[in-house]
Nanobody, 119 residues
Framework: QVQLVESGGGLVPAGGSLSLSCAAS????????MGWYRQAPGKQRELVAI???????NYADSVKGRFTISRDNAKRTVYLQMNNLKADDTAVYHC?????????????WGRGTEVTVSS
């Protein structure tokens, strides 16, 4: 089992910045992918950004150039630096952890942290 705890959400004006963190605890896997997804009111959960344990990243088109994902493997923590925030970025941001081990997929979610961007 992997437990994920997010922090760093809040209220920010449009054009502002926020930094999110997600710390993993419990048992895990050396090769994994951690990332951020978000869910706005009335919408489906969508990918924001993911990063592998080797450092490969992938971003949603809507956040490219504004958001940066990074991780500290020693601390088992993933970060999301969000700059030039827009009202459309308002959502609950969930941390995600995925791994494949011995042919079995493992996936865990954090409870989420709310980000509100005022226009």
């Amino acid at each position: 089992q992997v437990q994920l705890v997010e922090s760093g959400g809040g209220l920010v004006p449009a054009g502002g910045s926020l930094s999110l963190s997600c710390a993993a605890s419990g048992s895990g896997f050396p090769n994994n992918v951690m990332g951020w997804y978000r869910q706005a009111p009335g919408k489906q959960r969508e990918l924001v950004a993911i990063i592998s344990s080797g450092g490969s990243t992938n971003y949603a088109d809507s956040v490219k150039g504004r958001f940066t994902i990074s991780r500290d493997n020693a601390k088992r923590t993933v970060y999301l630096q969000m700059n030039n925030l827009k009202a459309d970025d308002t959502a609950v941001y969930h941390c995600n952890y995925r791994a494949l081990s011995l042919g079995r997929n493992y996936e865990y979610w954090g409870r989420g942290t709310e980000v509100t961007v005022s226009s």
